[in-house]
């Protein structure tokens, strides 16, 4: 079983930054991939950026040079910086950890809106 607890969602301003943090509690968290996925009311859930166990990110055309993820196995911890926000990043992002096919875990997601 994996828990996930998001931090760092809030509001700011167009071209603000905010760093959203997960925080499992596995014990294998090395061996999982980690995700951060947004949903904005009226629209599909959309992966945003991926970080595998081998420390390869991946990320969302929509945010490629804006957001960076990363991963600390030490703290089984996995970072999104986001930088440059846009007011149509405005979404709930959640945390989500795939430890095998069959096998995903979800927090319970923190609300980034960014308005002026």
């Known amino acids: 079983q994996v828990q996930l607890v998001e931090s760092g969602g809030g509001l700011v301003q167009p071209g603000g930054s905010l760093t959203l943090s997960c925080v499992a509690s596995a014990s294998s968290f090395n061996m999982l991939t980690m995700a951060w996925f947004r949903r904005t009311p009226g629209k599909d859930l959309e992966l945003v950026a991926g970080?595998?166990?081998?420390?390869?990110?991946t990320y969302a055309d929509s945010v490629k040079g804006r957001f960076t993820i990363s991963r600390d196995n030490t703290k089984n911890t996995v970072t999104l910086q986001m930088n440059s926000l846009k007011p149509e990043d405005t979404a709930t992002y959640y945390c989500?950890?795939?430890?095998?096919?069959?096998?995903?875990?979800w927090g319970r997601g923190t609300q980034v809106t960014v308005s002026s």
């Open positions: 989500n950890a795939k430890k095998a096919i069959a096998t995903v875990y």
């Open positions: 970080i595998s166990s081998g420390n390869n990110p």
